[in-house]
């Protein structure tokens, strides 16, 4: 017993030297595929990405992941990328601006338009790959990352694919669904917008935690629950990515003013909508957005009784949705 002592804190001790080294840009690879630490420019920031490439030559289709709100790439965006590795695809998943290993100031602020032009920018880089397929270039978004994954896809002409999961969509009645009446929604704006003018004057930022009280972004107790161990600075979980408890409050003011009910309207890309009874904006806002989008190739996939959290982290249902996603991003290969 005190052998294993030993040697557990000596790895203790070893972990944390590593941890206050710089980190390599490093290239892993596996019969299933290889990963790459990358970086690749946005505007004037630099984002950080890991590219997955599956075995063999290609070209690939390829496909860019945009995860939850104030997310970071060792998220849910991983266990899609791994999985739709192992289906053929080339898979770029990367940190935002202000967020996780990318550059950019405030940190931890969520910009709709900032993350649109990221995607964007994402599929300059992959466009550039050896081994990808050109003409063959989708987005996936996740949770709220749907909606920028939306508006990507209805500005940028390179989307040839589209796949949105477990949808935040944010609308005017997903906001009501959430904060509960009009006044609430004002309220929070309000705060946003004192946030930002302060922050426009001053150099001022104010934050807010994501989780965790009742002036949170996200005040739903099981939510806490489930972000609540990605807050650990512990080198044994720094693999997790680092993500913050904490959003700049003049973020709300993005959330809860953006209609992302006004552009699926617009949305001709092929698109994939995968939902589930129990996960985000409830089961009738996705069914609604759904039949107002234009385009001709859409499908739903719904998977009965999942919740939001399943489409994160549990393996049957992320399973269950990459199958029709993995087809739906070949499609005519």
Known sequence: MDVTRRMFAGLITGSAVAASL???????????????????????ETLAGKLFMPPGEGPFPAVAVVGPVAFVKEQSPVQYATRLARQGLAVLI????????????????????????????????LSAQDGVAQDKLGVLGICQGVNWAIEAAVRDRRV?????????????????LYLGDDQAIAARMERAAEAR?????SGEIRYIPIIGSDEALLTAELIAQ???????????????????NRITAMSEEVIWGWKINETVTRLQTPVLMVHGDKAAS????????????????KAL??????????????????????????????KGQ
């Open 282 to 297: 409830g089961p009738m806002i996705p069914r609604q957005l759904f039949d107002t989008i234009p385009a001709a190739d």
């Open 226 to 244: 489930w972000y609540a161990p990605w807050d650990n600075r512990s080198p044994w979980f720094a693999y997790r990515g680092g993500w913050e």
């Open 160 to 176: 040839s694919a589209l796949g949105i999961v477990a949808g935040h969509y944010l609308t005017p009645a997903t906001a009501t």
């Open 94 to 125: 990367f940190d935002p601006r202000y967020h996780g290993a990318s550059s950019g100031e405030p940190r931890r602020f969520e910009s709709g338009e900032a993350k649109i032009e990221d995607i964007g920018a994402a599929l300059t880089f």
């Open 301 to 330: 996939h719904w998977i009965k009784g999942a919740n939001q959290l399943q489409f994160y982290e549990d393996p049957l249902v992320i399973d269950a949705a990459l199958a029709p996603l993995a087809a739906h991003f070949k």
């Open 197 to 201: 003018a302060v922050y426009e004057k």
């Open 22 to 44: 710089p980190a390599a840009a490093q290239t892993t690879a596996s019969p299933m595929y290889e990963v790459r630490d990358v970086t690749f420019p946005s505007g004037a």
